[in-house]
């Protein structure tokens, strides 16, 4: 079965409490995490809070990366989504680990947008249809 594309939810705990308060560097790290994927950045937007935490966005053209972080708790939620079958999300996220002193990884590795030939026998299973799925046997 195909994806359209792959979305990698990422909890990282026991991280460098400065840098996830740090607006300018997780903007910088997570644009270069897009570019170590493969992807290509179009645009970012980040916000930092009172009194601490950041979220943010980088628009690649495969689809994007944001990030949130409570840096009390020593965590970031970071999501991955990438199309395509040039960009490596898992290399975006072993780079993030290392930048954010993470001392633990815990990643889903969501499939999206999967497709399967329909159930036609007019077709030579050159047409998809999406399907929803709910469980891990799709």
Not at 28 to 48: C, H, N, P, W, Y
Request: charged fraction near 15%; proline fraction near 4%.
């Amino acid at each position: 079965m195909k994806a359209l594309g792959i979305h990698l939810l990422i909890e990282f705990w026991s991280c460098n409490r400065q840098k996830l308060d740090n607006l300018d560097y997780l903007e910088r790290i997570m644009s270069q995490a897009a570019e170590v994927a493969g992807a290509t950045v179009l645009k970012t937007a980040f916000q930092d809070f009172n009194p601490q935490g950041v979220s943010g966005v980088v628009v690649i053209a495969e689809s994007h990366l944001t990030i949130h972080t409570w840096p009390e708790h020593g965590y970031a939620a970071v999501d991955i989504f990438t199309c395509g079958s040039t960009v490596d999300p898992w290399r975006a996220a072993g780079f993030l680990k290392q930048q954010l002193e993470a001392a633990t990884m815990d990643v889903k590795d969501v499939p999206r947008g999967i497709m399967q030939p329909e159930l036609n026998p007019q077709t030579q299973g050159g047409t998809y249809k999406l399907v929803a799925c709910g469980n891990t046997n799709c």
